[in-house]
């Protein structure tokens, strides 16, 4: 069934008595969550398909690198395919194709074919994101949507959270190809409650496809990915001729994709999206929130395997209760954005958030682990407060012809803001240590290593902790959305 079955005298499909919206929930919802964990599942596997392939950290890097760059790569044509298939068209055949990276990922003779398998699912994966935003924003009025986003929130942050812990187990008692084959099962199983349950909620307009635009957007995000993870594969860094190159011909590829959109009648992303002040702003709290982010989970975990000398289980388990926790809270925190709006949450949490990165630039090789975990915590709390409401506050300001362009706007950026914010932090690290090492009297000695170290670690916390004010700010300006319609 192809058509949308909504009467004409309602506006979202939640209203419609005669709808049952949440097997369509459940649709997307259990497809995207195996697609997200899929995400982490591999990062603790990295190690063993060195010595499984006999390959070097830099090659083996492609696992997670590749990954993000076709995502980055199609998400941003995501609001074009989803203005021209049907939902239950783009998830059905979004689910098969990431089916199918996962089987031929869990059959793989070679890391050549491994490695197409894992880019194939990167397809399923970033087109999936899109999807999710869309469907519930059709289906639920913007007075409703705080609390489904909320358990959207869940799903993307819990997903990830038990990735490394499943991961490490399976790898442990199984092997590292059940990452792929336990997987199997549940991506046929969302297919088939696809197959049978998910309507569809949008309207096919098949606008035109511009190829040069499609280009456009391919270079530039594609190399600006690719550009900031190659950061760290090369000794010299920023000033690697190779990132340089690469990182010019993202931004000059981002500048032709954004200028060109202006120009066309039916953009392949409508970047008037930015005209809506309560979505710039959702974009800018977004950014700022991805890149703390992501300088916690990658610096933390350096730090306490470093200077702390704790091992990696140790590490991803002091990590495990603020992830969950991150989870857990947020459809609670969407059901008090439904009822009180945006700043009652983001004025308190974004003062969290700089509490939680000002002790983490205190640390030292004293640092007692309550201290961490209960950062940590503050940390995540913080995000399930900020993040979701701000996303859904700047979508609800959208008209409905513009909802797939802000979601792909959004979630073209996660990527993005994810290998800029490891790169730029990771780089800030590294110079900080080498600086401490140069007038260090003993350079080579142990502990004086890892005091180069938890220099680097302070630093990178210090300029997320200004990073930080910059939301506190940006809190005290927001708004509860109001939705614009249609003209």
Do not use: C
């Amino acid at each position: 069934m192809e058509s949308n079955p909504t009467p004409k005298k309602y506006e979202y499909l939640a209203d419609d008595p005669n709808v049952k919206v949440l097997p369509i929930m459940l649709s997307v919802i259990i497809g995207a969550f195996f697609a997200i964990l899929n995400e982490t599942l591999l990062n603790i596997a990295l190690t063993t398909l060195m010595k499984e392939f006999s390959i070097t950290l830099p090659t083996v890097q492609w696992m997670a690198t590749g990954f993000m760059l076709v995502m980055g790569i199609v998400i941003p044509v995501s609001a074009l395919m989803l203005q021209w298939f049907t939902t239950r068209q783009l998830f059905l055949g979004t689910m098969i194709v990431f089916t199918i990276g996962t089987t031929i990922s869990a059959a793989a003779p070679t890391f050549s074919i491994l490695l197409v398998g894992r880019l194939i699912q990167a397809i399923g994966t970033g087109l999936l994101m899109p999807i999710i935003f869309n469907v519930f924003l059709l289906i639920y009025p913007p007075h409703k949507r705080g609390k489904i986003m909320g358990i959207v929130g869940l799903v993307i942050m819990f997903a990830p959270a038990i990735g490394p812990t499943l991961s490490g187990v399976i790898v442990e008692y199984l092997g590292w190809r059940y990452l792929f084959i336990l997987v199997i099962p549940f991506s046929i199983f969302s297919i088939l409650f696809a197959y049978k349950y998910l309507v569809n909620v949008s309207e096919v307009t098949k606008p035109k496809i511009d190829v040069l635009s499609i280009v456009y957007s391919t270079i530039g995000f594609g190399s600006i990915i690719y550009g900031f993870s190659a950061v760290g594969q090369s000794d010299a860094g920023f000033s690697s001729p190779n990132v340089i190159f690469t990182l010019f011909a993202g931004v000059l590829g981002i500048i032709l994709f954004s200028l060109r959109q202006f120009k066309l009648a039916e953009p392949v992303i409508d970047l008037r999206v930015f005209k809506y002040p309560m979505y710039t702003h959702a974009v800018i709290m977004f950014v700022i929130i991805i890149m703390t982010m992501f300088a916690s989970e990658i610096i933390l975990p350096i730090y306490m395997q470093g200077p702390l000398a704790l091992s990696a289980a140790t590490a991803g388990l002091i990590l495990l209760p603020g992830s969950l926790l991150n989870g857990a809270m947020s459809p609670f925190m969407g059901s008090l954005f439904d009822k009180y709006g945006p700043r009652v949450l983001m004025v308190p949490a974004t003062i969290v958030l700089s509490i939680a990165m000002f002790i983490l630039s205190r640390l030292n090789l004293e640092t007692p682990l309550w201290i961490i975990i209960l950062s940590y915590i503050l940390l995540m709390l913080s995000v399930s407060a900020i993040m979701m409401p701000a996303e859904t506050n700047g979508l609800n300001q959208l008209p409905k012809r513009l909802y797939p362009h802000g979601t792909a706007v959004m979630t073209t950026l996660q990527p993005v803001a994810g290998a800029i914010g490891v790169s730029v932090f990771i780089s800030i690290m590294n110079a900080r240590q080498l600086s401490y090492l140069k007038n260090a009297n003993n350079p080579t000695d142990a502990k004086t290593l890892d005091l180069a170290m938890l220099a680097g670690v302070e630093l990178v916390y210090l300029i997320t902790f200004i990073i930080s004010l910059f939301a506190i700010v940006l809190s005290f300006v927001v708004y509860r959305a109001t939705p614009i319609e249609d003209k």
